[in-house]
């Protein structure tokens, strides 16, 4: 068994509203829902000058930010890319109100499922609903690979399972098993009443910190296969697991979609550009000159087979014009490690959010 790893609890009056919601269900599988009925597509469209954006600020607002993700208090001072609000082409964003969101999920449960960028979007929500009720009861938990914080006030578990492959890698006498046709940590994922998935950067993880010595699919056991076929045979146990387990009146399920890196200005002409250090501000079109990862559309077909509704976040076009977006060498390993992966908070999870919120409320 894991053990609790620390928890904060903050006393103050709670607040109170009355607000009633009905948890409803999401929109037809694989479809951007409408806003208020207008089919407006939320993942295309440009990123714009906002002066009233961030939404919060992690340094003043989010004490329990990770280190990772915290750009500001690791150094980084332009601040130009705080302040950009994500402008569907057709339609506007309903701005995130955290009270509004705790009310929806008052006595629920929320869970990312995933690897790092999981925990971005997860610390990023966490922030953002923190920040509107700093006084407000809280509990911040881990045990094993499950943190949670909570809401106590309003009964609301914002959780993180980390689980990279979601698939499960086992402990046997030959060594560490990567079992695409398994998956009993799916476990942790029952009663949840909104699960977000992810899995995508740690496939083509090789060398030392890949964590497994063999994959095995059906019966065969492999030193290595294509990994590209390995993740989509990963995403089909997931949605085989989803149509199984998934009951849709109960549970909202979402898939995070992938969040892609800026390693290689070429692809957004700027050739002398190694990485994404130094930049400062978005592509301001709609596209990305170096295009859409192939992931996507693996991941993508393999969504058209749920026959349980479930809901990409397709937050990968938008994502891609950040370029300004990620931490550089204000991430955990400084400028040794470049990181160019993950996201800055407060940043670009915060739109993820933002969208998600227009989604389900
Ligand atoms: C905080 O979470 C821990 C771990 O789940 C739990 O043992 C503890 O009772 C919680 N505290 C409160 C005040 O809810
Ligand atoms: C960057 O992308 C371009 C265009 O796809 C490719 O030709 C080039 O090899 C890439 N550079 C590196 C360092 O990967």
Redesign the pocket.
């Known amino acids: 068994m894991g053990v609790r790893v620390h928890s904060n609890i903050f006393i103050l009056p709670s607040l109170f509203l009355v607000l009633a919601l009905v948890f409803h269900q999401g929109n037809a599988k694989g479809k951007a829902a409408s806003v208020s009925g207008s089919g407006c597509d939320l993942f295309t469209g440009k990123w714009v000058f906002d002066p009233s954006y961030p939404l919060y600020s992690a340094s003043a607002a989010c004490p329990f930010i990770e280190r990772e993700f915290a750009c500001q208090k690791n150094g980084r001072q332009d601040l130009l890319y705080t302040h950009y609000r994500w402008h569907p082409l057709d339609c506007t964003l309903s701005r995130f109100n955290a009270l509004k969101f705790l009310e929806k999920f008052r006595g629920k449960s929320i869970m990312f499922v995933g690897d790092s960028l999981s925990r971005n979007q997860w610390q990023s929500l966490t922030c953002m609903l923190h920040s509107a009720i700093p006084n407000a009861k809280n509990n911040l938990s881990r045990v094993g690979d499950v943190s949670t914080f909570e809401f106590l006030d309003y009964g609301t578990k914002v959780m993180l399972d980390r689980n990279v492959y979601l698939v499960d890698v086992v402990k046997e006498k030959i060594g560490r098993v990567l079992k695409l046709d398994s998956i009993q940590g799916g476990k942790l994922w029952k009663g949840i009443d909104m699960l977000i998935f992810n899995t995508w950067h740690w496939w083509n993880r090789r060398g030392p910190t890949q964590p497994w010595d063999f994959v095995k699919v059906g019966d065969a056991i492999k030193k290595d296969m294509d990994r590209m076929l390995a993740f989509e045979t990963a995403l089909r146990t997931w949605a085989a697991w989803v149509d199984e387990n998934i009951d849709p009146t109960e549970t909202l399920v979402f898939f995070q979609g992938i969040s892609p890196s800026h390693?290689?200005?070429?692809?957004w002409n700027e050739?002398k550009a190694?990485n994404c250090l130094g930049q400062k501000q978005p592509l301001l079109g709609t596209t990305y000159p170096?295009g859409l990862p192939p992931a996507l559309d693996v991941l993508k077909s393999v969504l058209s087979t749920v026959k349980k509704p479930v809901t990409l976040l397709d937050i990968t076009m938008l994502s891609l014009l950040r370029k300004d977006g990620h931490p550089s060498k204000y991430g955990l390993g400084g400028p040794t490690a470049m990181d160019c992966s993950h996201w800055c908070l407060e940043g670009v999870p915060d739109t993820w959010n933002e969208i998600l919120y227009n989604l389900i409320l």
């Open positions: 390693y290689n200005g070429t692809l050739p190694k170096g």
